[in-house]
């Protein structure tokens, strides 16, 4: 069963960065796509950002020109490099990866942007 632990997580301030990442126990090359889901108190969870095994990339607009997803296959990695984070950006953030109908889901890190 593949394991993803997400890092990287944190209090910032308003402007700042953050860069998580989400480590996966197996090959990530055959999944059809790993992303990035937020979900804040009281909120449902939602996509943030999406990667697929051809390298398109999909945001929420709420985040688009501010964070970048990437994925390494060799190193079994997925990141998420979020700049000029907001406030309504604090979330427990999470790795998800996509097998054909099967996903699999990390445990999550606390993201909280605050002065």
């Known amino acids: 069963q593949l394991q993803l632990v997400e890092s990287g997580g944190g209090l910032v301030q308003p402007g700042g960065s953050l860069r998580l990442s989400c480590a996966a126990t197996g090959s990530i090359s055959d999944a059809s796509a790993m992303g990035w889901y937020r979900q804040a108190p009281g909120k449902q969870r939602e996509l943030v950002a999406a990667i697929i095994s051809g390298g398109s990339t999909n945001y929420a607009d709420s985040v688009k020109g501010r964070f970048t997803i990437s994925r390494d296959n060799a190193k079994n990695m997925v990141y998420l490099q979020m700049n000029s984070l907001k406030p309504e950006d604090t979330a427990v953030y999470y790795c998800?990866?996509?097998?054909?109908?099967?996903?699999?889901w990390g445990q999550g890190t606390q993201v909280t942007v605050s002065s």
């Open positions: 998800n990866a996509r097998y054909g109908f099967f996903g699999y």
